[in-house]
């Protein structure tokens, strides 16, 4: 079904909220610990500086995943509206999804740069044949 393609995108949203919800959870005591003045004129550094990497790790996390599932959610939209959702682009969707969940909950955790590198680097392969595949669909 073309819609069973939203499911992975959704999904994926979901997660993003959930990983804001844990970044606010953990940023604002550790703020409040650190005593940190919300100064307009400092920098994002000199603010949040004195936050334990740990705390920053989330925040870092949840800007990542404004960034590339973009390209995601724009393939998978795309597919959705060509009605081309295949089991081998829901597999390659899914797969996505996963990896970026196992990529937040490394960076969120124990921030392994190796292992998220690794993790990133698969997902963005999945992503490039998902988004050529879209691409072969559309031209």
């Known amino acids: 079904m073309t819609q069973d393609i ?3 995108l959704m999904a994926l949203v979901l997660w993003t909220l959930v990983m804001w919800v844990w970044l606010y959870a953990t ?29 920053r790790w989330k925040a870092d996390n949840y800007n990542h995943l404004m960034e590339q599932p973009t390209l995601f959610y ?15 682009n829901l597999w390659l969707a899914w797969a996505y999804v996963a990896l970026r969940v196992v990529h937040s909950l490394v960076q969120a955790t ?3 740069i190796l292992v998220r590198f ?5 997902s963005t ?6 988004a050529v595949r879209t691409a072969m669909a559309v031209f």
């Open 118 to 122: 690794a993790i990133f680097n698969v």
């Open 74 to 88: 724009a393939t998978a939209l795309t597919l959705a509206v060509i009605g081309d959702a295949d089991p081998l």
């Open 125 to 130: 392969l999945i992503l490039a044949v998902l």
């Open 27 to 55: 940023r604002i005591p550790a703020m409040r610990r650190a005593r940190t003045k919300l100064d307009p004129r400092l920098t994002r550094d000199q603010l949040l500086g004195d936050l334990p990497p740990e705390v």
């Open 110 to 112: 124990t921030n392994v």
């Open 6 to 8: 939203l499911a992975p």
